[in-house]
């Protein structure tokens, strides 16, 4: 089923079921998504974003989200840290499981010996193929850091 359908689908759903949490999650992704389509059409791109640019837009949501439960933890305001891991798990529902920090490791070492890349400065490439193959299925950013680890050796 594409994403666009599933996410009407949960908020249907989610709207019978009375459940606010993920009737505002939904929202939000699908005004986020509403947001990138509109700029991929100013670029040429009728179709709006893939699932590719669908997938990093959930995983940035995430990152967003969990940066704000950590800064509302912090501040000692728990009611608002639990309403952010709330919306994390409903977007969570809309993401292919995540690989292990062990399997992460494999598809790096694996991609640089694909690429035949042993220069830091192959790094965007091997960064973009990561993207395009593995989206939405690990953090960009722990995979950032153990790409620079690997070409720094």
Request: glycine share 6%; proline share 1%; charged share 35%.
């Amino acid at each position: 089923m594409e994403k666009r359908t599933e996410f009407n689908n949960a908020l249907k759903e989610a709207m019978k079921a009375k459940d606010a949490v993920t009737v505002s999650t939904m929202r939000l992704i699908m005004a986020a998504l509403k947001d990138r389509d509109i700029n991929a059409r100013g670029t040429g791109n009728a179709e709006g974003v893939g699932d590719t640019e669908i997938m990093s837009l959930l995983q940035s949501m995430i990152k967003q989200r969990q940066e704000s439960a950590e800064t509302y933890t912090k501040a000692s305001r728990p009611e608002l840290a639990e309403r952010e891991n709330q919306e994390i798990e409903v977007i969570r529902r809309f993401m292919p499981s995540q690989l292990s920090d062990e399997e992460v490791r494999s598809v790096v070492d694996g991609l640089i010996d694909d690429l035949n890349i042993n220069d830091i400065r192959d790094m965007g490439k091997l960064m973009a193929e990561l993207k395009s193959r593995y989206a939405g299925q690990m953090d960009m950013g722990k995979a950032s850091g153990l790409v620079k680890e690997r070409l720094a050796s």
